[in-house]
T-cell receptor, first 111, second 115 residues
Framework: DQQVKQNSPSLSVQEGRISILNCDYTNSMFDYFLWYKKYPAEGPTFLISISSIKDKNEDGRFTVFLNKSAKHLSLHIVPSQPGDSAVYFCAASENNNDMRFGAGTRLTVKP | DSGVTQTPKHLITATGQRVTLRCSPRSGDLSVYWYQQSLDQGLQFLIQYYNGEERAKGNILERFSAQQFPDLHSELNLSSLELGDSALYFC??????????????FGEGSWLTVV
């Protein structure tokens, strides 16, 4: 039962342009959403989060948008840099319990 | 370096065998989580322990079991292995038993290949 879905397995963008990674969820009880970044041979690391009481959270080049009615969130990276090339996992939880992860999107930023 | 240590990093074994994956959490973290990442699958939550007690169970097969020891390290036991068990197994730890997202730290994972 995939409660969190990332339908794009990969994304390629040019350096300096915007990267938009998308995530959909099915459980309306989810109230906390996160993005994790994973480099090869490393574990995932926390990137940015958003609570369901907000619709936007920004941290430097990274912004997460939440559309609760559509059960959709997205991660925007502006401007994209080659060092951003990694696998990005979307995750969601209900009351901060038991995170559920998506399948991940592999982002490649070309110089 | 997240501070979460997993061993072994790589393991190749035959179908029907049993293996044990080991995890040492970050110093001071009481919660340990196990996740499985298969090809084309996200991080599937398997099980969580908090201070030695099982706290939450996810999509963990009956052939799999885990425990957390008094020194807080954890082991994930996988038995009667099948080809489909080949995956990357992550351990994560946190201080907060609820596993609030940005306080979860992941290890580098243990690659299991079943042949």
């Amino acid at each position: 039962d995939q409660q969190v879905k990332q339908n794009s397995p990969s994304l390629s963008v040019q350096e300096g342009r915007i990267s938009i990674l998308n995530c959909d969820y099915t459980n309306s009880m989810f109230d906390y959403f996160l993005w994790y970044k994973k480099y090869p041979a490393e574990g995932p690391t926390f990137l940015i989060s958003i609570s369901s009481i907000k619709d936007k959270n920004e941290d430097g080049r990274f912004t997460v948008f939440l559309n609760k009615s559509a059960k959709h969130l997205s991660l925007h990276i502006v401007p994209s840099q080659p060092g951003d090339s990694a696998v990005y996992f979307c995750a969601a939880s209900e009351n901060n319990n038991d995170m559920r992860f998506g399948a991940g999107t592999r982002l490649t930023v070309k110089p | 370096d997240s501070g979460v240590t997993q061993t072994p990093k790589h393991l190749i074994t035959a179908t029907g065998q049993r293996v044990t994956l080991r995890c040492s959490p970050r110093s001071g973290d009481l919660s340990v989580y196990w996740y499985q990442q298969s090809l084309d699958q996200g991080l599937q939550f398997l099980i969580q322990y908090y201070n030695g007690e099982e706290r939450a169970k996810g999509n963990i097969l009956e052939r799999f079991s885990a425990q957390q020891f008094p020194d807080l390290h954890s082991e994930l036991n996988l038995s009667s292995l099948e080809l489909g068990d080949s995956a990357l197994y992550f351990c994560a730890s946190s201080v907060d038993p609820r596993g609030a997202g940005n306080t979860i730290y992941f290890g580098e994972g243990s690659w299991l290949t079943v042949v």
